[in-house]
């Protein structure tokens, strides 16, 4: 879901914030069905927008990041480890049936992880981007957030590196072909 359907995107912030509130949506749709078709559509939803943010976050959040937090380096540190935790958990969401027992407790292992992140980012760090960072900056990093999150893969890539520099370089290509195989696949993204 992109900006301009939210309501939000004033600047990256803004757009990072309503990704957070639509996977905590999306969340709650898994833990209020039991009906398995309808839990692997919306699983297979959360995992696409959750894979995108993360790219694009990495890509141009994070250097901001490094450069402007006090503990810049730290923190980026922690948000990469937390994005292969989700990485390992959708990869193995999307190997479950949604019928299995233990799709419902990797959801609820995926949210865990997720309220973790978002609590940081959302408590700590754009707060203090905001505050270091010039508003016509954080304008123009949504405009490139929001491109990556077009190219981006949709699928978990767990074994690649979570770095800048191989997503622009080799994300594309990862996410034209993972695009390809939903669109086969008839997979919801």
Known sequence: ????????????????????REFEQLVAQLSATTDP?????????LIAELVRHAVAEEMFVY??????LPNGEEAVEHDKQEHHELEVLMKRLEGLDAGDPQFMETVAE????????????E???????RANIPADRLVSLKDKVEVAKQAA???????????????????????LVDRLRDRLTGRST
Do not use: C
């Open 1 to 20: 879901m992109d900006a301009s359907q939210t309501g939000a995107g004033n600047d990256v912030i803004d757009v990072l914030t309503a990704d957070h």
């Open 37 to 45: 078709a309808e839990r692997r559509e919306t699983a297979d939803q």
């Open 63 to 68: 250097p901001e990041m490094r450069e402007h």
């Open 110 to 121: 995926l949210r865990d992880v997720l309220r973790d992140h978002v609590r940081d980012e």
């Open 123 to 129: 408590g700590e760090q754009f707060p203090l981007l």
């Open 153 to 175: 893969p949709t699928r978990p890539h767990p074994g690649a590196p979570n770095s800048a520099l191989f997503h622009k370089l080799v994300g594309p290509g990862v996410g």
